[in-house]
């Protein structure tokens, strides 16, 4: 008997903890969605397989094929959520991508935001980049470089993309790390017409990895990443027009759905989640277009220019310590080295 209640005692503290955990996040107002409700197969049939309960998916590249899914509908603003697990070992030359984009219907004019991961030699560290497109500006891109502060290969971990009227957030678990907020004079650089979610990967040896120098070895192969409680929240075109074309498009009305998405947790930066933004910056961002001056002599107008970011940048929006942290920061991950705590967790 006192064993019965010991247990039943311990199921109800791991309860606790989930619940507290799942308030942190704002989890609460994510809704997974069965693969079947929102998804559809994009390429490499084969290499797509789909959990029995239909709640996850393994996307696979081979000598053969990479894989990837899209969302059977298109949304004007929306919040797109998932946990990956990026594949392990040898992934240079190697992208895990989880993007939105309307490529596929306005081509030469299109929108995008990105979340790409760049696979890397045995033993160096994943990194992944954040990117924005808007009315086909790939000349202009928007793209800023980091470093994580877990190994994405060992666990499942959250990513996100908010996507708003007025802002767009980018999310690693409950941390964001990157807002943008829209600018009158961005004009239609901000994006503003329906976007389908994606999720790929794929052979990207020319670029992707020291810039080409290193390509994907097969002999690693199959490279499997893994989605997992997907989440799309937001206005979805389909349900009012059966076909989305470069001139109907602005005659949804999607005012309710903003208000709620505006409104929401995940549209919303506390204190803490300000500070840890602050912190993950500080000490993973690695390249930033807004302090990029050879390429851009006058930023952007959404960049938000910093002090503290600025001086540790060469011209090139590169660190100038060639690094993703500074000796200071080092010292400061060594004095840490025993605190399980993560270094830029919204809780601290």
């Not at 949804?252 to 930066?269: H, K, R």
């Not at 050879?294 to 970011?309: G, M, N, S």
């Amino acid at each position: 008997m006192r064993d019965l209640i010991y247990r039943q005692l311990k199921v109800m503290v791991m309860m606790m903890v989930i619940v507290s955990w799942r308030c942190v996040l704002g989890l609460e107002n994510i809704n997974p969605i069965f693969f079947d409700e929102g998804l559809s197969h994009l390429f490499g049939e084969s290499n797509l397989i789909r959990s029995p309960d239909d709640r996850s998916v393994r996307l696979l590249l081979d000598k053969y094929t990479g894989s990837g899914f899209i969302s059977s509908s298109m949304y004007q603003h929306g919040f797109f959520s998932s946990l990956i697990k990026l594949p392990g070992a040898n992934t240079a030359g190697l992208v895990v991508a989880f993007y939105t984009s309307n490529g596929d219907v306005f081509v030469k004019n299109h929108d995008e935001l990105d979340i790409e991961f760049l696979g890397n030699v045995e033993g160096k560290p994943w990194r992944f980049q954040t990117n924005m497109y808007g009315n086909g500006s790939t000349s202009r891109g928007r793209e800023e470089r980091y470093r994580l502060w877990f190994d994405p290969s060992k666990e499942f971990h959250r990513y996100s993309i908010l996507w708003n009227p007025t802002k767009i957030i980018f999310w690693v678990d409950d941390v964001p790390i990157r807002e943008i907020k829209r600018k009158e004079e961005m004009n239609g650089d901000y994006p503003q017409k329906p976007m389908s979610l994606y999720a790929t990967i794929w052979d990207a040896s020319s670029w992707a990895t020291s810039g080409g120098k290193f390509s994907v070895d097969y002999t690693f192969s199959p490279f499997v990443s893994e989605f997992k409680d997907i989440a799309l929240d937001g206005c979805n075109v389909s349900e009012s027009l059966t076909t989305l074309t470069r001139d109907n498009y602005n005659n949804i009305n999607c005012s309710a759905s903003d208000q709620l998405l505006m409104t929401s947790d995940y549209s919303t930066i506390s204190p803490k989640q300000a500070a840890a933004m602050r912190r993950f910056r500080e000490r993973y961002m690695y390249y930033s277009y807004c302090y990029d001056t050879v390429r851009y002599a006058v930023p952007p107008p959404e960049c938000v220019i910093l002090t503290a970011e600025k001086d540790r940048f060469r011209d090139t929006g590169r660190l100038k310590f060639g690094g993703s942290h500074t000796k200071v920061h080092r010292a400061r991950k060594k004095r840490r080295r025993n605190r399980s705590t993560p270094v830029v967790s919204a809780e601290l």
